[in-house]
């Protein structure tokens, strides 16, 4: 039996019997982690309140034998709260989509339990706390976040040189199979030829440029929002389920 501790962001819960949960938290020192929190479905559990999505805490973990991933779940006993982003995310629609889908987006990319992934970890708990402040535009958030995700995962687009064979840009084509924007010598079947302004506020938002990238035209962030999804599409095999939601909520405005 040995105690873990460690501080990370809560990823999702799921029903366990009539009072319990287990919680999937994507921690610094350990990767994602899936773990049992007893009782935290009572009504008057201030323990269950500290481990709702989003929530950033300090948690311990009792486990059985020496590693904290294993045969079993370990159980969460306890939990600090380190800062309570749900409060800033879930009270806006906009955001709480967005939201939900950098947290698909966090676990989808964590997928092996008990690897540490700092990176990926520091990119989540910068991108909540942004998003929960309101300081930028809930869809640029979740685009920069998408883009800084695939790069700290080794996908990262090339927005100015030639993904193939580096051509110095500006290049015209982009393709999500050539790894980016590509030169006419290297155009691939299913390239699209987009806007200099909308592959202009995806390099923006890569490097963290806000000014100009809330400076671009709602046509343009549309057109890059649209190249994130397909470039996000094609490296993790499948969708992500919560981005249907933000397209739906853009398509409204």
């Not at 034998?65 to 309570?84: K, M, N, W």
């Not at 790894?179 to 938002?205: F, H, N, Q, T």
């Not at 962030?221 to 490296?235: D, I, K, P, Q």
Request: aromatic share 8%.
């Amino acid at each position: 039996m040995t105690l873990f501790r460690d501080d990370g962001i809560v990823l999702r819960t799921q029903k366990l019997g009539e009072a319990d949960r287990i919680i999937t938290i994507l921690t610094r020192g350990h990767g994602r982690v899936r773990a049992v929190a007893r009782g935290v479905r009572r009504t008057k559990s201030k323990f269950g309140a500290r481990l709702e999505p989003f929530s950033h805490v300090d948690v311990q973990f009792f486990a059985r034998g020496s590693d904290l991933v294993g045969r079993g779940l370990p159980l969460c006993t306890q939990s600090e709260t380190i800062a309570p982003y749900g409060s800033g995310i879930v009270t806006d629609y906009a955001r709480y989509t967005s939201g939900t889908a950098m947290l698909e987006t966090a676990e989808r990319f964590t997928d092996h339990e008990g690897e540490p992934s700092v990176q990926q970890y520091l990119l989540l708990v910068g991108g909540l706390r942004t998003l929960a402040r309101g300081e930028h535009p809930p869809h640029l958030v979740l685009d920069a976040f998408l883009l800084r995700s695939l790069a700290v995962n080794g996908y990262a687009p090339s927005f100015s040189a030639c993904a193939r064979c580096g051509m110095p840009g500006p290049n015209r084509f982009f393709s999500v199979a050539a790894g980016g924007v590509i030169c006419a010598d290297c155009r691939v079947p299913g390239s699209v030829v987009p806007s200099a302004e909308a592959i202009g506020l995806l390099s923006a938002l890569l490097t963290g440029d806000w000014d100009s990238a809330e400076a671009c035209e709602e046509r343009h962030v549309r057109e890059g929002s649209g190249l994130v999804s397909a470039y996000l599409h094609w490296h993790l095999e499948r969708g992500l389920r919560s981005l249907r939601y933000v397209e739906k909520h853009v398509e409204k405005k």
